[in-house]
């Protein structure tokens, strides 16, 4: 029978114990929402007691987002903080206090500085509490992984019979693996449905190792009902299980965990852009699931694989976590399926074999010295080397080309001037914006005469501190279609201009060729 894994967010509350990653109310109600819509089962909105601030965060959430959502906070095993989450989260339909307390003999010995039997019976102590406040209390032994079995099982038993309805096992530190956690899950499991079938058992591992989403997956095989998880993967030291792993790992093998969650997977990718915006956390590039060589392909052997049969190297869609498509980069280890693939997109699919060899040719002497050919490259290959028909011609008139560009920087009037080649035409304008991009961006659209929607603008470095990729995402106004481009430059303002008119050109590109089908359709 399937099984269906509770999912409970703490972005807001151990994602945002990352340093420099603090969110204002505004931001966290903006996260909630998205996490509302990416249909997590629980929301943990904070720790209530830390300050006035985070009190407040989590009130606002409980009473906007939480008609629907479960939403909790995290407290300590302390009368105080336990009020502090009551009063915060009261306001949702499906409130939950969420107690933690250490569990092993680290914790109970040398941070608690107690025996066992007292850390035992504050933490019972705790729960009565909590559990005269509110029906469901979720209670967390902290540093489960490493806690001595019989010990951390006499725990469990005593806080369900005080009334806790959710049962956590963290591996606080990262210190489990796989098979071991797995089988200390298993364990627990066996004993707690035998003891109470309705409390739910959940995990919450840290990636310390790198194991995280493994030890997450095998607590699932082995009986958890839930897991805490964040987006991205953020949090604590090295961080968390990453919510897009477990969900899209038990999504993929359904099979083998006979288990699911409700999650909406098609808003992962706009949750993973909005947490990495405002918190100003990068994704690293190879990131699973979100990064954004996720789904970009660059072999050979896998390009001509995937243009052959998307199944031969792609076991998840990039549409199915909200990704428009997958990415061919074409590099010097494009083969020549790829290539024919990409001069077929641009309008240059009737070559013979003769000419394309030729094409391909240069191709890769160009690839040889750049690390990445885009579109506008190949249209310069074909002209360079092949006598154009007059329809060819016709689309390297579409084509804009970068000439020159000047940006001034200043507290008060940042303005930029550009200089682009159109086929014939030279293509002129200045402009003033908020900022140097802003000015850049507002000269080249003029000068383009096209209006184009930013909707995310990223550079970073990608040799050392010497060359600079500019990768942006626009939308076309009057269609709603959208389109990413990269370029890589020495000069972060002119790979950033290179980016956005390498969009422009795609977009010139798509729209010749629909008037061309238009007209043969006629």
């Known amino acids: 029978m399937m099984r269906k894994i509770l999912v409970l967010d703490t972005t807001l509350r151990d994602g945002e114990q990352v340093p420099g990653a603090k969110l204002n109310l505004y931001e966290k109600l903006e996260i909630a929402q998205q996490l509302k819509n990416l249909k ?8 209530s007691a830390s300050s006035e601030g985070d009190f407040k965060a989590v009130e606002t959430i409980a009473k906007k987002i939480g008609d629907e959502v479960m939403i909790t906070a995290l407290a300590r095993a302390v009368k105080n903080d336990i009020d502090a989450v009551y009063h915060s989260v009261k306001h949702a339909q499906k409130p939950l206090i969420h107690i933690v307390l250490g569990a092993s003999d680290i914790h109970v010995e040398k941070k608690f500085r107690k025996s066992k039997e007292q850390v035992l019976a504050q933490g019972v102590d705790a729960v009565r509490y909590a559990k005269s406040l509110l029906p469901e209390v979720q209670y967390s032994t902290e540093d489960a992984s490493r806690a001595e079995f019989e010990y951390l099982w006499t725990t469990i038993e005593a806080v369900v019979k005080a009334g806790a309805t ?3 096992i963290p591996d606080t530190v990262g210190y489990a693996v796989p098979e071991e956690f797995g089988d200390l899950i298993r364990r627990i499991n066996d004993r707690l449905k035998n003891l109470n079938p309705n409390v739910i058992l959940s995990v919450h591992c840290h990636n310390d190792t790198g194991l995280a989403t493994a030890n997450t997956l095998a607590a699932i095989k082995n009986g958890a009902d ?8 953020i949090g604590e030291r090295a961080g968390n299980a990453a919510l897009e792993e477990v969900v899209m790992g038990l999504k993929l093998r359904r099979d083998y965990y006979q288990a699911d969650t409700g999650i909406e997977t098609t808003q992962i990718k706009k949750t993973s852009k909005l947490v990495s915006s405002l918190m100003g956390l990068d994704v690293q590039v190879n990131k699973a699931i979100t990064g954004d060589n ?3 392909h660059s072999s050979g052997i896998h390009q001509d694989g995937l243009l052959k049969s998307r199944d031969a190297y792609e076991v998840i869609h990039p549409e199915d976590v909200g990704v428009d498509q997958m990415e061919m980069i074409l590099t010097a280890r494009s083969g020549r399926h790829a290539v024919k693939n990409a001069l077929a997109q ?8 003769e000419d394309f060899e030729k094409v391909f040719a240069r191709f890769l002497e160009l690839a040889d010295t750049k690390k990445e050919v885009y579109n506008h490259d190949l249209f310069h290959i074909v002209e360079s080397t092949l006598e154009g028909s007059e329809e060819d011609n016709e689309k390297k008139e579409l084509i804009s080309e970068l000439v020159d560009m000047q940006v001034i920087i200043n507290n008060s009037f940042p303005s930029a001037s550009i200089k682009i080649c159109r086929g014939e035409q030279v293509l002129t304008s200045s402009s003033v914006g908020d900022g140097a991009v802003d000015a850049l961006y507002s000269a080249i659209r003029n000068a383009l005469n096209m209006d ?21 995402s626009i939308q076309v106004a009057y269609n709603n279609k959208k389109y990413t481009s990269k370029a890589i430059d020495t000069d972060i303002l002119k790979a950033s201009a290179l980016a956005l008119i390498n969009a422009a050109n795609t977009v010139a590109i798509e729209e010749y060729l629909a008037r061309k089908n238009e007209t043969k359709a006629g």
Do not use: H
Request: charged share 20%.
């Open 452 to 472: 184009l929607e930013l909707l995310e603008y990223k550079i970073s470095s990608v040799s050392k501190g010497k060359e600079a990729l500019g990768r942006v």
């Open 40 to 47: 997590v089962d629980i929301i943990e909105a904070g720790f």
């Open 166 to 168: 959710m049962i956590n």
């Open 346 to 353: 641009i309008g240059f699919g009737s070559m013979t074999p």
């Open 226 to 233: 839930k897991v805490e998880c964040t987006i991205n993967g």
């Open 294 to 296: 996720a789904f970009a």
